[in-house]
């Protein structure tokens, strides 16, 4: 069965320290990869994603993510966090059946906290 | 402003009642989608539509049902039938056309059955 595991649910880290929030999915079928943003009491916001082309993808707020298919990976990075990246973040997979289906698979979400 | 709008932001039931959250959208997707959250489990699928008039089930269907009988409009109600309903309630929707097709996200609905 497909699945997507954040193995971290909370991760503390300094203000303008780096930061990675991991990913793993399982799955027979090739995939697209999301990252998405959740600030408390809010919807999701679409951060980046991967769906061909350059494994490395980036987001225009400093945040990126590389695709790494042999250890079935999408790792979330920032090379220096703000208190204003204090938030949850989920992983999710699109599988690629080739047909219509459009269903996402979440991950349960990593607690990014960042301290002053 | 394009986007999708959830209504209302929050919602408060007696349990034995059934209660309609609304989600809209005027991006011109054709398919909507809506997800439960709970801490720690992140999101579940409910329900998905593709077009007007079709609707499939998701992983946690039961005691919820749905309608799309305009694009723009994909109401869920939660029944009785629900035996755990306080939850996070997430519209989304896409283009659902390709490899490129992304979901986008309302601002959601929490629900609380007192």
């Known amino acids: 069965a497909q699945s997507v595991t954040q193995l971290d649910s909370q991760v503390p880290v300094f203000e303008e320290a780096p930061v990675e929030l991991r990913c793993n999915y399982s799955?027979?079928?090739?995939?697209?990869l999301f990252w998405y943003v959740q600030y408390p009491n809010q919807g999701l916001q679409l951060l980046l994603k991967?769906?061909?082309?350059?494994?490395l993808v980036e987001s225009i707020n400093g945040f990126e993510a590389e695709f790494n298919k042999s250890q079935t990976s999408f790792h979330l990075r920032k090379p220096s966090v703000h208190i204003s990246d204090t938030a949850e973040y989920f992983c999710?997979?699109?599988?690629?059946?080739?047909?219509?289906?459009?269903?996402?698979?979440f991950g349960t979400g990593t607690l990014l906290a960042v301290q002053p | 402003d394009g986007g999708i709008t959830q209504s209302p932001k929050y919602l408060f039931r007696k349990e034995g009642q059934n209660v309609t959250l609304s989600c809209e959208q005027n991006?011109?997707?054709?398919?909507m989608y809506w997800y439960r959250q709970d801490p720690g489990q992140g999101l579940r699928l409910i329900y998905y539509?593709?077009?007007?008039?079709?609707?499939q089930k998701g992983d946690i269907a039961e005691g919820y049902s749905v309608s799309r009988e305009k694009k723009e409009s994909f109401p869920l109600t939660v029944t009785s039938a629900q035996k755990n309903p306080t939850a996070f309630y997430l519209c989304?929707?896409?283009?659902?056309?390709?490899?490129?097709?992304?979901?986008?996200f309302g601002p959601g609905t929490r629900l609380t059955v007192l």
């Open positions: 999710a997979v699109r599988l690629n059946y080739g047909g219509a289906t459009n269903k996402l698979i």
């Open positions: 539509s593709q077009i007007v008039n079709d609707f």
């Open positions: 991967y769906l061909s082309g350059s494994t």
């Open positions: 799955s027979s079928v090739s995939v697209y």
């Open positions: 989304a929707s896409s283009m659902a056309r390709g490899v490129t097709d992304t979901q986008y």
């Open positions: 991006l011109n997707h054709d398919a």
